[in-house]
């Protein structure tokens, strides 16, 4: 053997390629490449050109698309994700870690799904500055993102690869910076100085905490500068959960050990192996670690005092400000404590004397819900105040209460007794509120008895509420809802009341099983077998077999139900198997993430941090069909709007804008401005009744982008209670009414003329991009039965008349009918009105068991008929293949499956397809040319269902 290597043959060699510590440094080395040629990914597709990737030693990690101005960035966006359609992104390519679609106002960066992930416009981020205020300019984009060191480092330090859905992700700016503090804080942190404090996050709920946290974390202790890392949450239901979080970001880069019991904890705190950085426990397990006389020896606990020893807290909002905390201080005085929290305890609503910066150190970071509504990282919310009782009926209550009256007749025959009726019943407000010297004024709520709420009609009132409400704000029960009560013995009564009055909801109640807050003073014998009763419906209806002693189990299960996660990821094509309403009282208002929970009732009242974070609970995002949260709450209805104007003040940095939904009547308004605008474009462009789309690209691109504005607000305006069928509607909490400005028809007709933007949007590569965007939910929407029903109708109508003598009732009748065509394709249209033609000349026996659309569907059949006989004369195709193939409804993807494609251009007759070409082209072709026209012919005809040759 010759010119081998002699040194390493036969050896095991490893070859280095990346290394993400080695920035601007040692042996990496970074290259630009322009417009970078990428194969077919299918003989039938064209060779690709990118704009520009990003090389770190050799290797493509980022891909840049760009776009010219004008141009909207989503074109980039949908770019790159037709090349990775196509098969682009592979071999050498399929190590790209980081997409940019970029035009020069604006820029995108999102994670490569890899060749079977799923494009999610949602998880294309804009990047911010420190202060959370957009980096849109490319220069500004550029030199934040794509310089070095920040591009090394996003690649190597701050994408994830979360295992559990096999999907890469990247961490967004605010995620970033809160990391990087963190990480910094550490790194400079003087170990012998006793007073040492960390810090916290503020970041809303929602935002993405637990890979922030996991990243911080990961960061610390890949850096060496800590010998510990220890993540603490204050629920041990919650700890399954993020474990599984944190096991599915670590991979096999870091171990991440789980402490199922004391003795586990303090093993992996003495340990010194580096497996066993990172851990997970919660904050009663470790509150546990202490120096008492039946607590630790001594010499465990001064072994993993002698550490340099982090812990980052989760929600430390929570009960950290209780003696748990102060416990592990005390026995940890030489650690650094870091916080997150959405909702930081402040000054308002301090909490034994301590808010989140006195108890954690420096605001780190700050993401308000505020900034996350605003960036679509979350959604915002559309709470309604549900009125059990009417309000003068409590104010005449409360009145003769005060008042020491019977009745108003015994008060009013009493001028003292009068005095105070009249007040109660004109002056005091409904909900208390704190006077000018800071005193607090009661309102008649507070003077309501605790008993009022429990009453069998507020609890009807509240169950039929729900049940009214169900099939519209459930999406017909695709998403679920919780429902919060205001202690133990209450959620028993309500899960009771709605198994009967809402047989067909699936149901549980979930609260602590053990003597807690929650109860309310209940008799605890009620609790028991209540609680027995709950798992034994939730073992029958889900074949499961819970009880008392693995109740943690049991919730477990119904939040992974609830989450739809392992092993319920399907669970929305198998309805049995679904939750649609957990009933609670305090668990899972906070830290529990769920995108099919869309909606929360509340029977209890809340206030500051605790509003946000059960409000929290349903805005999380997931699509056209969830454009907010919707919360009901029907306990001190005014008092709870009091608390939810402070709440929002409170953590929205007192810039609400966004926060909550506009309400139907608004909606609506704005329906009807999108339409106004929608309708002065076709007037513009000289089109009656959206008949055809206007030929001019800029009118195109204004009605593209108006109608989708349209749609969105449309959607929300069903789940708010709109339908076609009631034409004026009234605010809940005004007296404003509004009447919509078109029928439903005509918006089917619209949605027509934007499907058929589609249709143009599809061109082939290397020519200019459509400069408007085609959101595909809405090209998805099924509007073939409605339309359908309207066009027949009139048709019926048309043969009536068409039976009598009156020529103008004939003319009235046949402009309404061709105004019905404006929902259908262009290509419909002309045929319905050849179809109409051969009526009026008496060429079709009309039959009246037949529909119009039943028509229009032979005269379709027929007109494509023609079309498959002179393809088959032109080329001399096999009409079986063809139509075969075309039956089977193919893709550009699929066209060539199990090389049927292939199969059917075998069958072309070279010598008339050569022929028919030529005379085309008035020049002789060699044969290569006449096979590649051919196919090209072939696949047009097949995918568009016909074509005119």
């Given amino acids: ?20 510590h080695e920035i601007a440094a040692g042996q990496s080395r970074y290259q630009i490449v322009q417009q970078p040629r990428h194969a077919r990914g299918s003989p039938l597709l064209n060779d690709r050109r990118g704009d520009l990737v990003l090389l770190i030693s050799g290797m493509p990690v980022i891909h840049i698309e760009l776009k010219k101005s004008g141009v909207a960035v989503s074109q980039a966006y949908n770019q790159i994700q037709k090349y990775s359609r196509e098969g682009i992104f592979t071999g050498i390519f399929s190590l790209i870690q980081i997409f940019v679609a970029m035009e020069p106002a604006e820029a995108l960066y999102f994670a490569n799904p890899g060749p079977d992930g799923k494009f999610n416009k949602d998880y294309a981020f804009h990047w911010a500055d420190f202060n ?51 990480s910094d804080k550490v790194a400079k942190t003087d170990w012998k100085n006793p007073n040492r404090l960390g810090g916290y996050i503020w970041h809303t709920t929602g935002s993405g905490k637990t890979m922030t946290s996991f990243k911080s974390a990961q960061l610390i202790a890949n850096s060496k500068d800590a010998d510990k890392v220890v993540f603490l949450l204050d629920r041990v239901e919650l700890g399954t959960q993020t474990l599984q979080a944190y096991r599915s970001f670590a991979g096999d880069g870091n ?38 006389e039946d607590g630790l020896k001594a010499h465990d606990l001064e072994t993993m005092r002698a550490k340099r020893i982090v812990f980052i807290i989760d929600e430390c909002h929570r009960n950290t400000f209780g003696d748990m905390l102060i416990d592990i201080k005390e026995s940890f005085s030489g650690a650094v404590f870091f916080g997150f929290s959405g909702t930081p305890i402040q000054r308002e609503n301090v909490r034994k004397d301590n808010t989140t910066t006195d108890v954690f150190g420096d605001e780190l970071h ?6 996350g509504i605003r960036d679509k990282n979350v959604l915002g919310f559309d709470p309604y105040q549900v009125l059990t009782y009417r309000d003068r009926d409590l104010r005449q209550a409360v009145a003769l209460s005060k008042a020491k009256a019977a009745n108003p007749a015994e008060a009013f025959a009493n001028a003292k007794k009068k005095a105070v009726f009249n007040s109660y019943m004109n002056d005091v407000p409904m909900a208390g509120h704190r006077d000018g010297a800071g005193l607090y004024q009661p309102g008649i709520e507070d003077h309501l008895p605790n008993t009022q709420y429990s009453l069998a009609g507020h609890h009807n009132a509240v169950v039929q509420d729900i049940a009214d409400n169900w099939l519209t704000l459930s999406q017909g029960s695709k998403f679920h809802a919780i429902f919060a009560t205001s202690s133990v013995s209450e959620a028993i009564a309500y899960y009771r009341l709605i198994k009967v009055k809402c047989p067909q909801l699936n149901i549980t109640a979930l609260f602590d099983p053990h003597i807690s807050d929650e109860d309310g003073g209940g008799d605890p014998v009620f609790k028991t077998n209540g609680l027995v009763e709950i798992l034994q419906d939730y073992n029958q209806a889900y074949g499961q077999k ?61 206030t500051y941090e605790n509003i946000i974070q059960a409000f929290s609970r349903t805005n999380r995002l997931f699509g056209p069909d969830k454009p907010f949260g919707t919360i009901r709450y029907y306990r001190k209805p005014h008092t709870m709007k009091r608390n939810v104007a402070a709440a929002v003040k409170l953590y929205s940095g007192d810039k609400p804008i966004g926060l909550f939904a506009d309400r139907l009547p608004h909606n609506l308004e704005r329906v009807n401005a999108s339409f106004a605008e929608i ?23 204004a009605f593209a982008k108006t109608f989708q504005e349209f749609n969105k607000v449309l959607e929300a305006a069903k789940i708010q209670g709109f339908n076609w069928e009631q034409a004026i509607y009234e605010g809940d909490e005004t007296n404003e009414t509004v009447a919509l400005a078109l029928t439903q028809h005509q918006y089917l007709t619209l949605l027509q003329r934007y499907k058929e933007l589609s249709a143009g949007a599809e061109g082939g590569g290397g020519g200019e991009s459509i400069p408007f965007e085609i959101d595909s939910h809405i090209t998805e929407i099924d509007t073939g039965k409605i339309d359908a029903d309207y066009m027949n109708s009139r048709f019926d109508k048309y043969l009536k008349v068409l039976q009598g003598g009156d020529v103008q009732a004939k003319e009235a009748t046949l402009a309404e009918l061709h105004r019905s065509f404006s929902s259908l394709s262009q290509e419909e249209q002309k045929i319905a009105e ?20 039943d028509y229009l569907a032979v005269y379709q059949a027929h007109a494509k008929n023609v079309q498959i006989d002179k393809l088959v004369a032109l080329v001399g195709v096999n009409k079986a293949k063809l139509v075969a193939l075309m039956n089977t409804h193919v893709t550009p993807a699929n066209l060539n499956e199990f090389g049927r494609f292939d199969d059917l251009k075998a069958t072309v007759d070279q010598q ?3 022929t028919y070409f030529e005379g085309l082209e008035s020049k002789a072709l060699p044969l290569f040319r006449v096979n590649i026209r051919a196919a090209k012919l072939l696949q047009d005809f097949i995918i568009q269902g016909g074509i005119v040759v």
């Fill in 1 to 20: 053997m010759t010119g081998y290597d002699a040194l390493h043959f036969g050896k095991e060699v490893s070859l280095k390629i990346y290394d993400r």
């Fill in 132 to 182: 959370n205020e957009p980096v849109n300019d490319w220069k500004s984009f550029t030199a934040s993102v794509l310089s070095i060191p920040m591009a090394h480092q996003l690649i190597g330090f701050y994408t994830v690869a979360d295992e559990s859905d096999g999907v890469l992700k990247v961490m967004r700016s605010y995620q970033y910076y809160a990391a990087h503090a963190i």
């Fill in 255 to 292: 171990a991440v050990q789980a402490t199922e019991y004391t003795a586990m904890l303090i093993k992996k705190l003495k340990s010194t192996d580096p497996a066993d950085t990172l851990i997970v426990s919660s904050i009663q397990k470790m509150s546990k670690l202490k120096d008492e």
């Fill in 366 to 371: 700050r993401y308000s819900i505020a900034d």
């Fill in 546 to 606: 819970f009880d008392l002693g693995s109740h943690a189990n049991f919730k477990q299960d119904l939040a992974a139900r609830l989450a739809h996660k392992v092993p319920y990821i399907r669970i929305e094509a198998e309805p049995h198997k679904r939750l649609d309403l957990l009933i609670v009282v305090n668990q899972m208002l906070t830290g529990f993430d769920s995108k099919w929970v869309n909606t929360l009732y509340l029977d209890k009242l809340l």
């Fill in 679 to 701: 309708s002065a474009i076709f007037s513009a462009a000289g089109i009656q009744d959206f008949m055809k789309l206007p030929d001019d690209l800029t009118e195109r691109a």
């Fill in 834 to 853: 050849i179809f109409l033609h051969d009526i009026q000349r008496g060429d079709v026996q009309i039959d009246t068991h037949r529909t119009f659309r």
């Fill in 912 to 914: 008339r397809a050569k």
